[in-house]
């Protein structure tokens, strides 16, 4: 297995996330839930190893498939966060990243520099056109990672996505190839 170290400052990387470790995916999502559950809908489907099991082996099959993919953010030997490849269309040249921490991982840029990581791949080696990012209009910090990130708001999805019988606005965010500045290492 690899591992992608993140800054030079933290003892942080950037590992792939298989169904193997469903055991301490399912301990992190545990210590995540309430900080994450409103905005990650897979978040609230991943209660017991089984469905920590299934979601993580439901990106497996993505990425045998080439359409997506799930990377862990390991801080100091713990699994803190993560950054993800909701989508990933080679033939269309579009992808979608998708990002989550618990409070031990914000404030510390990682989840900015696992972002960048996925970003110049997506259009360095994998030579994708468009990269979306879809957060809830309530949720501040992902918005601020994609603009860190350089995109642009395309749209506000109004009452789009339902949790707990309340219907929450979506923003769409999007960068194009010729857009990105290729700075993986940015802080």
């Not at 990377?71 to 990002?99: A, K, S």
């Not at 395309?154 to 707990?164: G, I, M, N, V």
């Not at 965010?173 to 700075?183: A, I, N, P, Y």
């Amino acid at each position: 297995m690899y591992a992608i170290p993140l800054t030079l400052t933290e003892n942080a990387e950037l590992r792939p996330l298989e169904p193997w470790q469903d055991a301490e995916f399912l301990a992190h999502i545990d210590r995540a839930r309430s900080h994450t559950d409103p905005w990650i809908p897979w978040a609230s489907r991943s209660t017991d190893l089984q469905s920590a099991r299934a979601t993580l082996q439901r990106y497996a099959d993505k990425q045998a498939a080439d359409a997506g993919r799930i990377y862990g953010i390991w801080r100091d030997g713990t699994l803190i966060g993560g950054v993800m490849f909701v989508h990933f269309d080679v033939g269309t040249g579009n992808c979608e990243i998708g990002v989550w921490a618990e409070p031990a991982g914000e404030g510390h840029g990682l989840i900015s520099a696992a972002a960048r990581h996925l970003i110049a791949y997506a259009f360095g080696e994998r030579g994708m056109h468009r990269i979306e990012w879809w957060n809830s209009a309530g949720n501040a910090r992902s918005r601020a990672v994609a603009q860190r990130m350089g995109m642009h708001l395309d749209a506000t999805l109004r009452e789009q996505s339902l949790y707990q019988g309340v219907r929450h606005d979506m923003e769409v965010w999007s960068l194009l190839t010729h857009e990105w500045r290729g700075e993986p290492d940015a802080a």
